[in-house]
């Protein structure tokens, strides 16, 4: 039985490699931009991100260890490159994304993302609770180890839900960052409580698109429609990657909740640079790694065949005899 669970779990993890690259061949046809990854000096604490694993990347994540990213929200499409990421030291068959449970409906991805076992949300923590712990459990008991990207802020950064949170903000008395939501601190508190012991690292990812400016919101611009159908995609995709240990972060809820929004406030900072420079790399305390990521459509048909040769191999050996 042990056997057959580990079996269906590699099959799983090779599915899900097989789909990310999928992925990263649409986008290289339809929106072939670069990522431009920045790592700050929290990288390399305890000889992780030292070490090159491949032309132009390097190791950020643990190997052996499970982990946690979380990332603001900006775009549809943000959780791809998050994704890709993660690629670039071959975890992308050990991801598991939070997503709001109506994406589990989109023909095909959909289907895919229920079948990898992603977590979808109903953005109710009533309604979500099971789910998770459902989802925790998996990952604590799993022999090989997981990703686990959050969208702390719930939802993409719109002129509609920066209104309801600017609202939220303004009742409650906090201050409101220029560039994100206010991070929904209940449910992410949830799974570090439950993760802790089988986690060593958190990793913060700040996602910034060229091509948008700082009045302007990247939902609008960069919609799926835009992106697939018009050619409209930023032609740089900017990640600034910093890592907490687990033991660092606060267990008491409410100073839990204090400590989100102040890194969501220091991440607010990183945008305005951001959209002041055109990159994360300039800023200081984020001199260690920075590298750029072509995604070309040739890399990316090699990969594609990797995946059909062997279908196609044994094709032709039932046609032959």
């Known amino acids: ?11 799983n993890i090779q599915i899900e490699r097989w789909f990310c690259t999928v992925l990263g061949f649409i986008l ?5 931009s670069e990522l431009v990854i920045s790592c700050d000096d929290s990288i390399t604490e305890g000889g992780v991100g030292s070490e090159k694993v491949f032309n132009k ?3 950020i994540f643990p190997s052996d260890d499970s982990f946690i990213i979380i990332a603001n929200h900006q775009v549809y499409t943000d959780w791809v490159y998050s994704w890709i990421i993660a690629k670039l030291q071959n975890l992308d068959g050990n991801i598991k994304i939070t997503l709001k449970a109506s994406l589990k409906n989109i023909p095909v991805f959909g289907w895919g993302m229920r079948f990898f076992e992603f977590i979808f949300l109903e953005r109710s923590w009533d309604l979500d609770k ?3 712990d459902k989802g925790l459990k998996k990952i604590i008991r799993s022999e090989y180890p997981t990703a686990l990207l959050l969208f702390p802020e719930g939802t993409t950064f719109t002129n509609r839900t920066k209104t309801k949170s600017v609202e939220f903000s303004e009742k409650m008395g906090l201050p409101h960052p220029n560039h994100l939501l206010i991070p929904r601190s209940t449910g992410m508190y949830h799974i570090l409580q439950q993760l802790r012991g089988n986690v060593t690292y958190l990793y913060d990812f700040t996602i910034g698109y060229t091509g948008v400016r700082p009045d302007e919101f990247a939902e609008d611009k960069y919609t799926l429609t835009n992106i697939f159908y018009h050619g409209e995609y930023p032609h740089q995709t900017h990640v600034n990657i910093r890592r907490f240990k687990l033991d660092d972060i606060p267990t008491e809820e409410s100073q839990f909740t204090i400590w989100l929004q102040e890194k969501f406030h220091e991440k607010d900072e990183l945008l305005a640079n951001f959209y002041k420079n055109g990159t994360f790399h300039q800023q200081p305390n984020n001199t260690l790694q920075h590298f750029t990521i072509k995604n070309e459509i040739g890399t990316s048909i090699l990969q594609m065949m990797q995946i059909w040769i062997l279908p196609i191999l044994i ?3 039932f046609s032959i005899f």
């Open 130 to 132: 099971s789910v998770l």
């Open 315 to 317: 094709y032709l050996l």
């Open 57 to 59: 990347t390097a190791k």
């Open 28 to 32: 290289a046809i339809s929106a072939p």
């Open 1 to 11: 039985m042990a056997v057959s669970m580990r079996a269906n779990r590699r099959f």
